[in-house]
């Protein structure tokens, strides 16, 4: 199984700390530790997702992309678990927090008009 590097798999990472905080509150998940069936598969959804990033390290923050990769339903779920957990990330991950903070200041184009510009350099 390919494993996420670098920036990726501390996005991963983060979000999966967030979800464990939604869980615990609104799932009675086991004190935190463990996620119910719903998240786990929410959270290796993303992993999934961030595996085939076409950004690769250079990925921005999820609502700073230009590609959205995640489906409506699972977008949504994300959402709401980082409208809840975000504030207690603070006080719960400050490192985490921050660096997710600094992350989204990343920006880059769509690949689609890379190409472009790229196709355009070599006429």
């Known amino acids: 199984m390919e494993q996420l ?3 990726l798999k501390r996005e991963h990472d983060t ?6 905080i939604y869980c615990a509150r609104h799932h ?3 004190g935190g530790v463990a996620l119910c069936p719903d998240c786990r598969e929410l959270v290796d959804y993303a992993y999934q997702r961030l595996l085939r990033c076409p950004f690769g390290v250079e990925k921005p923050t999820c609502a700073n992309c230009p590609v959205h990769c995640y489906k409506h339903a699972q977008r949504e779920e994300v959402r709401k678990i980082m409208r809840f957990s975000g504030p207690r990330m603070t006080w719960r991950h ?7 903070i600094l992350d989204k200041g990343r920006s880059v184009e769509h690949p689609a008009v890379t190409r472009l510009r790229e196709s355009r350099r070599g006429k």
Do not use: S
Request: net charge positive; proline share 5%.
């Open 5 to 7: 590097k670098g920036r």
């Open 15 to 20: 979000l999966e700390c967030m979800t464990r």
């Open 28 to 30: 009675a998940a086991e």
């Open 94 to 100: 400050p490192v985490k927090a921050f660096l997710h």
